[in-house]
Nanobody
Framework: QVQLVESGGGLVQAGGSLRLSCTAS????????MGWFRQAPGKERELVAG????????SYADSVKGRFTISRDNAKNAVYLQMNSLKPEDTAVYYC????????????????WGQGTQVTVSS
């Protein structure tokens, strides 16, 4: 079992930055691929970024490439999402997710989810 807790959301003006954090419980965090998803009102949940267990591979949605960076610190059981040049269309609830494999995380429904953190970007 993996429990995930997100933090770092909030209200920011367009062009600003936020850093989301996700802390995981469990001794096997370093073996899991991790990712960030988001869901805006009235829209389906979408993948934002994913990272393999050793940070050797990362993947991003086209809409955030060049603006967002995913990273992880296995010693701290944490994964991060640095969000720069934020746009109003980035407004959503952001969820941290974990799965045994990066492919499963990217192309299927991850096994574990956090409760979400709200990000609101004003114009």
């Amino acid at each position: 079992q993996v429990q995930l807790v997100e933090s770092g959301g909030g209200l920011v003006q367009a062009g600003g930055s936020l850093r989301l954090s996700c802390t995981a419980s469990g001794r096997t965090f370093s073996s899991y691929a991790m990712g960030w998803f988001r869901q805006a009102p009235g829209k389906e949940r979408e993948l934002v970024a994913g990272i393999s267990w050793n940070a050797g591979t990362t993947s991003y949605a086209d809409s955030v490439k060049g603006r967002f960076t995913i990273s992880r610190d296995n010693a701290k059981n944490a994964v991060y999402l640095q969000m720069n040049s934020l746009k109003p269309e980035d407004t959503a609830v952001y969820y941290c997710a974990a799965d045994r494999g990066l492919s499963s995380l990217l192309y299927r429904t991850p096994d574990y989810w956090g409760q979400g953190t709200q990000v609101t970007v004003s114009s």
